[in-house]
């Protein structure tokens, strides 16, 4: 059995020009930030860096979450290709750093020209002479809980993340059949959940990404990021899946592996529909223009167009194509479908994060998509560095037995 991964020279040329793209849009943003007295243009720079670090972080952290889940309920059918999920995890806390890094900067360092943060206006605005709303919202927004919850949630999860992935390769060392670390990660995943559910499920996207507009506010947002997230995780798993298939390695991988994903890519579409319209019918219904404000600007504005793209990448084209049982189970509709998800849901986070920057002054060239290129280089050179240091079968796993008779 082909256990070792190493990594093909086009897989890493690949990612390194992907890199060195993604460097050369950041230096080119850095010289027109300096050239540039346009405040859009600075706000520009800083969304851009936002949105793409955030997006990475969270979708990165659903493998975490993916392993804390199945070991708590005994899933034995993610075994077959837990190694993948363990590298995706391991790798987060470089994507957490990236994101802490930029998410203080923005706090502590920008500015416009009138002295004013843009990007969080609360940072500047929330004095009673100013912004009564904001002010009204100070215990919440301010500069120390958003560093504190921020460095909290980034290092817990790069914690997590390695952890687990140490765990399970000390348990192929461990004596058969030896449930001490079984139940050690059991415990850890349940202490996990909860951290998970304290941040990604609550305050950090109140913090990150809805306080970008902070006189609008949704109690379904937070479950709406975790939604569009756990998607394009779930997607991400898949591609790696099939790369390392194609390569020839995890053989226990079978099509009713492969069926499994294709079915929490297709449901989970359909529950981040749910709460897409949950929020968007709630908020149309009631009519109140503190909420509808933050619909009028994305779907009767410029951004129209990606508003109905969003819809119809990440709703429509799953349930059409995905929901037939052969399509789950066919490895060129799964590879498209999972890059289509990961594009949409990128979308997704970028119309959730822009509108309340730039306002009606929106990009998407360049820039927008050198960055983002530069950050998917970096997951694959991560991750394929990761795979490469042990067995891609997780030997002396307790389901691996299971895995391997694994049926749909």
Known sequence: MNDRFEIPSRLRNTSLILICLGVAALIGGIATLLMSHDDVARARFWAVLLHDSVFFTLISTVSIFIMAATSL???????????????????????????GIILLMI??????????????????????????????????????????????????????????????????????????????VFRMSGLFLLVYALTQMSTVPWLWIMSVQPHWYSTLFSWYTFASAFVSGMSLILLWVVYLKNQGNLELVTKEHMHDLGKFMFAFSVFWTYLWFSQYMLIWYANIPDETVYFKLRQQGPYSIIFYSNFIINFVMPILIL???????????????????????????????????????????????????????????AVSRTLTQSSLVPNNNLFLKETVIHIS
Do not use: C
């Open 73 to 99: 309920a005994h899933g034995g059918w993610i075994t077959a290709y837990r190694r993948v999920t363990e590298a995706i995890g391991a790798n987060v806390w470089i994507f957490a750093t990236i994101s």
């Open 107 to 184: 706090v502590f360092t920008f500015r416009d020209a009138h002295g004013v943060n843009t990007i969080y206006k609360w940072v500047t605005e929330a004095e009673p002479g100013k912004d009564k709303v904001l002010f009204g919202k100070k215990a919440f927004l301010n500069p120390g809980m958003f560093v504190g919850f921020t460095i909290a949630a980034l290092g817990l999860w790069s914690f997590f993340g390695r952890k687990f992935r140490a765990m399970s390769i000390a348990q192929e060392s461990a004596p058969k059949n030896d449930t001490k670390i079984f139940w050690k």
């Open 323 to 381: 929901m037939a049982r052969p399509s789950k189970r066919n490895y060129f509709t799964l590879t498209f479908m999972a890059m289509v998800i990961i594009f949409g849901h990128w979308l997704d986070y970028y119309q959730m994060i822009m509108p309340g920057v730039l306002g009606e002054h929106w990009h998407i060239n360049w820039y927008e998509i050198g960055i983002f290129m530069g950050f998917v280089g970096i997951l694959i050179f």
